[in-house]
């Protein structure tokens, strides 16, 4: 590893440096392992233990716990960096820094935070955010995972499906219901009553160890309840989701950037009927275009951020409108770099074909674009009712 980039969590350092440093890094050590993950379906455990030690699994933590103290613009950015390189791994970050860590740092009790955001952020534990269940999805309060409570613990019991990361997972945050119909979320360590199966065939997000979870009566002590009992899906899952939007808004605005420079390269080699590529006018169309869509994107992404770091409560439905747009432009502008690879980027020697794959999962998970409409549709029924509000 380059010593230059290698520095004391401990020791904080400027959100510029970061984010220089984050850049470097991931050219060199994760963009190289992108197409190993996808084709494998692992991720480098040596990869991951290299990102913990730059801090960035807590990236946004306060710095006594092991965190670098990242505002959400330069989270985001970190996001970007990291998404670029390789979208399996930046799921460490959506999962274990967003969802969960996120979710620890709202909700969690002093001794809760003090235990487990430090083994987040060192990797010393990789979580999974467990709510989709075969029957459950969009409709996440219609899970039927299950809690009763037993003396000092509790014990879940269900069936969760396409839990990112659970393959390599050493704790679970889980959402389950007990039989007054309370929604509660719990920290469960990795035992041998939960049942793990990676589930292989995925279209992408290959390399990020998906599964489906069984929890067989797993006993979990009363401390490792997170939030107040009945408040896992008004305070857990909101947070978690609106914490993972962001990252995925940034996720959306790295692959649609990776393809633009992957489709300007190869417009700048490929020659036919005697001239480079990018000199036919609808090809510079396609290439101006994309330009303009991910600047877009990166706007709405850095003005929720911007709102984010003001905690002003409008960020989340701006986070809602920049996962939106720029899942959308990531689907669009890697669907044109595969394009104007011609039948290069149909091929794995090239990344745009991995890139379109993986852009097409932004637009599913967190939320569907479908789901996301009806937040941004209610939104604005309320807010722009009768001119009682204008844009800005
Ligand atoms: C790669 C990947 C990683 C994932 N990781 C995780 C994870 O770590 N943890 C986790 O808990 N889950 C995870 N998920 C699950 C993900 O959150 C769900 O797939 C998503 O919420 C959609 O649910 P569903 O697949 O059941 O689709 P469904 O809810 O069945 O939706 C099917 C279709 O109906 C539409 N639809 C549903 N309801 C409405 C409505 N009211 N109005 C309009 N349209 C509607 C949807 O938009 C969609 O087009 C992951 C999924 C994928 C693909």
Redesign the pocket.
Known sequence: MNTQIQHDIGQLRSQELVIEEAKVFADQYIRPLAREHDATGKLSRTLINEIAKRGYLGATFPAEYSGLELDPVYYGMLNEEIGKACSSTRALLT?GTSLIGESILRWGTTDQKKKWLPLISSAEKIG?????EPKA???AKGIESSYEKDGDSYIITGH?K???LAGIADFFLVIAKNAEQQISAFLVDRNPDIEIKEMLG?M??KG?H?AEVKFNRVRVPKENLLGAEGRGFSCIVSTALDHGRYSIAWAGVALAQEALEAMVNYARQRKQFGKKIYQFQLIRGIIADSITEIHAARALCLRAGELRKQMEPESIVETTVAKYFSSKVAMKVTMDAVQVHGGNGCYNEYPVERLFREAK?LE????????QQ?MIASYALREYYNGKKTIE
Not at 128 to 132: E, G, I, M, S, V
Request: proline letters at 0%; zero cysteines; aromatic letters at 8%.
């Open positions: 999962v999974a955010f467990a709510l989709t999805g969009t409709d969760k396409w839990i990112t995925l992408a997000a990020s998906i999962v599913i998970i967190e939320g569907t674009s479908q789901i009806e």
